[in-house]
């Protein structure tokens, strides 16, 4: 660690994250605004940040998780000793490794090899930016989740579901009514001493950080009529926790989750919302919502 030149710290969603490296360090657009002000903040998280991929590859048979679709891998996840040990996929050239990535048991350490040949390393080009945000969750209180918030001065309220269940419409809906956007595609919630705060996270575009307290949380599909129902309990845990973003090979995050969504829910008011997608859902939730 003694000749690594180059630190720079990131706070996101109030976490501190500091990379190091002995390469200079290039940092997409979207997480320029998140480079924190004050950089002799503690930091939560250590990158170690290195230039050339190993040598070494992970053993088949210690393959605990692989995010894939039938076109593309995103990421495989191995157990390395105490570590764990993470295969990234280029996502423009199928099934090359265009990252390698450990991290300590404790989830507070990461060492990450990048094959940048122009000097600068970019250690959070995608996926594996988003990976380090959700790991760094999963042993607090707080969680990423696939959603849109919108947020009226005084409220945030989430609203996700499937992929084309109009969570950006409904972003767009909340916007052109006046309300402000804290993100439209991937929130952090962290639970706070008066409740749950929603927070944004670095995209491919740039964004200011932002952050709101959570009011509630709605579960969004298309209709032809406004209609909402209030979950609670189980179904609500359940439903919720479908839209978080999850590598459930280990007990102790299912566990954890669990807990999580278990006192979010009970604290959080939880809808199932049907939409008609113009402004009268504004109203209709306005109205309804208690």
């Known amino acids: 660690m003694n000749n690594l030149l180059y630190s720079t ?5 109030d976490f501190t994250i500091n990379l190091v490296s002995d390469s200079e360090i290039e940092l997409e657009e979207g997480y320029l605004p998140f480079i924190a002000q004050n950089q002799g903040k503690k930091a939560d998280i250590t990158i170690q940040c290195m230039n050339g ?10 393959l605990v998780f692989e995010a894939k ?3 593309q891998k995103f990421y495989s996840i191995y157990r390395n000793d105490d ?5 990234i996929y280029n996502q423009q050239n199928k099934d090359e490794v265009q990252q390698i990535a450990l991290l ?3 989830f507070t350490s990461w060492k990450v090899y990048s094959d940048d040949s122009e000097g600068k390393i970019a250690a959070l080009k995608y996926p594996l930016g988003p990976i380090i945000m959700h790991y760094m969750t999963l042993k607090t209180d707080a969680v990423m989740m696939h959603a849109s918030c919108a947020y009226d001065g005084s409220k945030a309220r989430i609203f996700t579901g499937f992929s084309g269940a109009g969570k950006s419409t409904m972003s767009k809906i909340w916007s052109d009514a006046g309300n402000g956007i804290v993100n439209d595609d991937r929130l952090i919630i962290r639970k706070s001493e008066t409740g749950y705060i929603v927070y944004n996270t670095p995209m491919y575009y740039k964004d200011i950080p932002k952050s709101a307290p959570l009011s509630s949380i709605f579960l969004i599909s298309h209709s032809p009529v406004n209609k909402i129902k209030k979950l609670t309990g189980a179904m609500a845990i359940s439903k919720v926790m ?3 973003i999850q590598n459930n090979y280990d007990k ?3 566990q954890n989750r669990l807990d999580f969504f278990s006192d979010l829910c009970s604290k959080v008011s939880i809808y199932e919302l049907g939409f008609v997608p113009d402004e009268s859902v504004v109203h209709f939730i306005l109205a309804n919502e208690t």
Do not use: C, V
Request: aromatic share 16%; hydrophobic share 45%; no cysteine.
């Open 9 to 13: 710290k990131l706070l996101i969603a």
């Open 252 to 254: 102790q995050f299912i």
């Open 104 to 106: 300590n048991e404790n």
């Open 242 to 244: 479908a839209f978080s």
């Open 69 to 71: 679709n039938d076109e």
């Open 83 to 87: 570590e764990l040990g993470f295969a």
């Open 53 to 62: 991929l190993p040598t070494f590859q992970f053993e088949k048979e210690k």
